[in-house]
């Protein structure tokens, strides 16, 4: 299995490829850019740059308690550059001083779990989801849990796979964990999962299970390149992460976008119709193309590159048509596109076309 890589940006593609129109589909971000609601608020912010921000984040797990009703408080949030940031924090809080520790991923998985853990001089086992289907082996999970395992990861819809599980599975998870276990249920693509039913995560945070729910704006809302994500968790959690949060940790900008986009419910609706019908439209499109994908209730969907080529060769032959796509890391012959607005997704199906033509017959 081969090691996660950041995915390129715009302007690494331009500098090698030239002027050429690119159709970024490579790291699942939001193909209307970021919410109008948060750039609102973004810009109103910045006259006050001068001034620190609010001391802790109140204002704003306040505002996602209140999105959240369900008798969920202040008290069971806690905010984050980014869940990659409260990844780092959860790692920080539960890890034992002077012990050994080791996390529990499930891969093929997002690489920041294992990568913010080894920082930290921890062991990562690796419980990987069923070679054909990628389900997750919620029986068996537990298995690989020892003494030192502090948490173990999930993710639904899970990032590169897009596969997904429902309650039955996360109750299972749940039932399974020894209680010095933490499980991180990794969250970050709900929104897109608008054909299946996925697991009431937030009814095991009021239950006071042992669970983590992360979630992020860089999807939905279209702001990855502001950093911000929130975690959902028992009180008594929250308190042991807040403690290693660091003064001043959120940034004023931030905090007046969060609000401003979780209000956006215009913007959300439209990226979120978007994303279910031309999810649908590309599957139609590969089932066509006789290409081999798995289902997906994320903004992305995988798939396996066609006539026996690898995942490198196909994103780099997709780069020449102005397509920017991710080989799916862990997996030598995936691929994984992020559902794009209709051109984009036209563009990425014109060229699989093409290049199934010209490849046929070749098995390199
Ligand atoms: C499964 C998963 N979790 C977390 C993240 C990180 O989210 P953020 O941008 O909020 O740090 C990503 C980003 O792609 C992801 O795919």
Redesign the pocket.
Known sequence: MSEYKIGQSIDDVREASGDINIYKMS??ENPFGPSPKAIGAITEQLSQLHFYPQRDDSKITQALADHFGRGLSAANFTTG?????L?NLLEAAMFVEGEANNIIICPP??G?YAATAKLKGATVIEHPLDPETFAIDSAGLASSVTENTRLVYI?NP??PTGSYFDQRALQQILDSLPEHVTLVY?E??YHFATQFSLPDAIQSVLDKRNIVI?H????AYGL?GL???YAIASAAIIAQLQKHKLTFQNDSVSMAAMPAALADKQFLTQVIDNNTQQRSWIISKFDDLGIQYWPSQANFICFKAPNGSSAKQLVERLLSYGVMVRAAFYLPNHVRVSVGQADANRQFILAMGEIINNTSGDNT
Request: hydrophobic share 30%; charged share 15%; net charge neutral.
């Open positions: 790291s699942n550059n980014g869940a990659v940031d990844i998985c997002f920041s993710c899970n990032n990794d970050v693509y992360l992020s704006f860089s999807k990855a950093r911000t994500g």
